[in-house]
């Protein structure tokens, strides 16, 4: 704050014990200590309160734009069950049950195919019909 080196301290402690004189220059001293320890305490506090102001506008603005994320997805939600309640209980059936055969149809297509009997002879085999 201030730039105050060893030679203007000294000066300034030599100008005081002067015009103070050593019997009140110890109580000077004090005070203007303790003064300047107050000062710095109550920048220290403002800062702190300022931080904490900081932090608190972050969170009010995340949880803004959290609730509003929610609300989006609330009404996507809502207009599912919408369109869920508007389908007639028939057309929800069949279309439940095309699901289930489609599921089956799956299933009995993935199931590996086996036959008995092999689709090409062995190459080696082959060879020794051949030779035969």
Request: proline share 5%; charged share 25%.
């Amino acid at each position: 704050m201030f730039d105050l080196g060893f030679l203007e301290l000294l000066v300034i402690g030599v100008l005081g014990l002067v015009v103070l004189g050593p019997q009140r220059m110890p109580v000077a001293v004090r005070s203007v200590g303790r003064t300047i320890g107050k000062a710095k305490q109550m920048l220290s506090n403002l800062q702190q309160d300022i931080d904490r102001e900081l932090e608190i506008e972050q969170l009010k603005q995340a949880l803004k734009k959290n609730t509003a994320s929610l609300n989006e997805d609330i009404q996507g939600l809502k207009h599912q069950t919408d369109l869920r309640n508007s389908l007639k209980p028939e057309a929800v059936k069949e279309l439940e049950s095309e699901v289930a055969s489609i599921k089956s149809q799956v299933k009995s297509l993935s199931k590996p195919l086996k036959s008995h009997e092999p689709a090409a002879k062995p190459i080696q085999e082959k060879a020794n019909d051949s030779a035969q």
